[in-house]
């Protein structure tokens, strides 16, 4: 059978009514870019912020006649209130021109902040984000999530990261989801740790070509239509930088908090407090910093040289302000083990560096404990 081609589905989503019941999605340029990859196809529909709730039945609709076309495997839609590039924004009627009336005109009101919906079953969902990429920050995510899980928690890992998906590599995962009553997606586990990546609905070799629209829809979509069960926390490994995904994140998502990951040097440090910022712009709790890479210890004779430098995060964290959560050696177990997909808090629970993650993992816990958090609304899932 022929491959389903983007004019085929926006052909096909057509046949859905948009909210004015005249026209349809398509025409009314809700749809944003098409993305079909094993005959599955992702997109979101654009509709404002405050309708999200009443217009579900028109996303489920849309769901139903893409699934519904033959040769197509699977679905991913969601509603997302960002205006795809190029697509035609309404707008109300121009005022009257008068002279000078821009010096009277009333300040814009403010549009009221959208409320935070929060995941069913999950207790706190963490962030680990770095200012820069090459830091570590996936192989420590893991390992503070598996130091999570061996101080007693139940603990899940998002794989956020569109364009570069790692957690299938770390934690030695193949295969694809199954999905219950074709919508919500059961997790993929290892370690004890249940496990959802985009990295399990693509080829790993796909390149991701999504703008921000679609970005914001996939993560929404893999973090609420999960069968993540009952969680005491969620550790969301964030893509590096500051871009869509981790906006998204941190304006949509009640996140308990997020942890920075950073390197020893000053480059490094200075990309981390882009982070740092921007999670307090949106008013994320910063649950402190980790230095990774902190020091290299020689295979031969257990030595220790500080080749990148030593200390930077620690005075960092001293001088903003935030708990220094501690150092993580470069070792040659690491990036084995990671290599492998053998995490080291799994692979050598007794050894010294899982017994600084199990550490790192107990002062962020106890971060989490000592954080005032915001209730949010359950969403229910029909």
Not at 117 to 125: D, E, H, K, L, Q
Not at 355 to 370: F, L, M, S
């Amino acid at each position: 059978m022929a491959d389903i081609t983007k004019e085929q589905v926006l052909e096909t989503l057509k046949t859905v009514r948009g909210p004015d019941l005249e026209h349809n999605i398509v025409e009314l340029g809700m749809v944003s870019d098409v993305f079909i990859s094993d005959a599955k196809v992702y997109f979101s529909i654009t509709v404002p912020a405050d309708r999200a709730k009443e217009l579900e039945p028109m996303r489920l609709a849309a769901e139903r006649v893409i699934k519904d076309m033959p040769g197509v495997k699977g679905a991913l839609v969601a509603l997302t209130a960002d205006k795809k590039a190029g697509a035609p924004t309404p707008r109300p009627a121009p005022a009257q021109p008068h002279a000078h009336s821009h010096s009277h005109a009333p300040a814009p009101q403010q549009q009221p902040r959208a409320a935070k919906i929060g995941v069913p079953g999950i207790g706190a969902i963490i962030a680990v984000a770095s200012g820069k990429g090459g830091v570590g920050k996936s192989t420590t995510a893991v390992n503070l999530a598996l130091g999570l899980l061996a101080n007693g928690l139940r603990v899940g890992i998002l794989d956020a990261d569109i364009y570069g998906p790692s957690m299938p590599r770390l934690l030695k995962i193949s295969g694809r989801p199954t999905q219950i009553d074709g919508r919500i997606i059961n997790p993929m586990e290892n370690y004890g740790l249940k496990v959802m990546s985009m990295g399990f609905l693509v080829e790993e070799e796909t390149a991701m070509i999504w703008r921000g629209p679609m970005v914001q829809s996939a993560l929404l979509q893999m973090l609420r239509e999960v069968a993540w069960g009952e969680l005491d926390v969620l550790v969301v490994d964030m893509p590096p930088g500051t871009g869509d995904a981790q906006l998204t994140m941190a304006q949509q998502v009640p996140l308990a908090g997020a942890v920075i990951v950073s390197t020893p040097q000053d480059l490094a440090l200075i990309d981390a407090r882009k982070g740092l910022n921007m999670f307090r712009k949106v008013e994320v709790p910063v649950l402190g910093i980790v230095e990774n890479m902190s020091y290299f210890i020689a295979p031969d004779t257990g030595a220790r040289y500080d080749i990148f430098g030593h200390g930077g995060a620690r005075k960092e964290a001293e001088r903003i302000g935030v708990p220094f959560l501690g150092e993580v050696p470069l070792t040659m177990g690491i990036r084995e083990t990671s290599d492998a997909g053998t995490p080291l808090v799994a692979s050598d629970p007794g050894g010294v560096v899982a017994g600084i993650y199990r550490d790192i993992a107990a002062k962020v816990w106890a971060q989490v404990g000592n954080t005032p958090q915001r209730a949010a609304p359950s969403i229910v899932f029909e």
